[in-house]
């Protein structure tokens, strides 16, 4: 039904920049809430940053706020997550994904809240 595909990832040094973007196809996403989450090797996958369906409002992992900023673009059913300043501890593999609740139930935190989820790209941040 709903294809997410991410891309932008890539190996950058400690204390570069990338810009990663998920694009939805099959449904409608305009009207549902996106996240990024991410997964280390040995670690279970964690919040990063997640956005209302209108983009008023954004959530982010203490881990990465001020660092990190999400936004969207509906009319190209797309969902960016920049990353700056970019730490050795964000190599992982992000993944974004929808949640079809509504905003006003969601927490946005948890990865059960979301119903479709991208194949992931691999960040890796050398040191």
């Known amino acids: 039904q709903m294809q997410l595909v991410e891309s932008g990832g890539g190996l950058v040094q400690a204390g570069g920049s990338l810009r990663l973007s998920c694009t939805a196809s099959?449904?409608?996403?305009?009207?549902?809430?996106m996240g990024w989450f991410r997964q280390a090797p040995g670690l279970e996958r964690e919040f990063v940053a997640a956005?209302?369906?209108?983009?008023?409002?954004?959530f982010y992992a203490d881990s990465v706020k001020g660092r990190f900023t999400i936004s969207r673009d509906n009319a190209k059913s797309t969902v960016y997550l920049q990353m700056n300043s970019l730490k050795p501890e964000d190599t992982a593999v992000y993944l974004c994904?929808?949640?079809?609740?509504?905003?006003?139930?969601?927490?946005?935190?948890?990865?059960?809240?979301?119903?479709?989820w991208g194949q992931g790209t691999q960040v890796t941040v050398s040191s």
């Open positions: 994904a929808v949640a079809t609740s509504s905003d006003s139930v969601l927490k946005y935190v948890s990865d059960y809240e979301y119903d479709y």
């Open positions: 956005i209302s369906w209108s983009g008023a409002r954004t």
């Open positions: 099959g449904l409608r996403v305009n009207s549902y809430a």
